[in-house]
């Protein structure tokens, strides 16, 4: 969903300066042929690790983020999947879910 988001950012919305986040950042698989495909539509790419649920190693990867290219938007689309429905969620369930 994420490639899919940034590829959808760059050719129809004209993103030319993306920082991709995950957990595995640039060893997540297909990293490299993303940024590749993206690189080739005219964007900047960069792809870092980041658990963004931990306050301390998102705030690290802000502080790197170039004045000259600020952060002007943010696109979520993490998730973890628990099947149930919303009443028999548990708080460790939804603890789960709502993490990412």
Known sequence: LG?????HLATHHG???LLLV????PDAPGATELADDLTA??????????DTAD????????????????????????????DGILTALTPDRLDT???P
């Open 41 to 50: 539509l005219g964007a900047h790419v960069r792809i870092a690790a980041c």
């Open 55 to 82: 306050r301390d190693q998102l705030a690290t990867l802000l502080a790197t983020i170039p004045t000259d290219h600020p952060l002007t938007a943010v696109v979520h689309t993490a998730g973890t999947l628990d």
């Open 22 to 25: 995950s957990r595995q950042g």
């Open 3 to 7: 490639a899919l988001t940034a590829r």
């Open 15 to 17: 993103a030319r300066h």
């Open 97 to 99: 879910v709502f993490r």
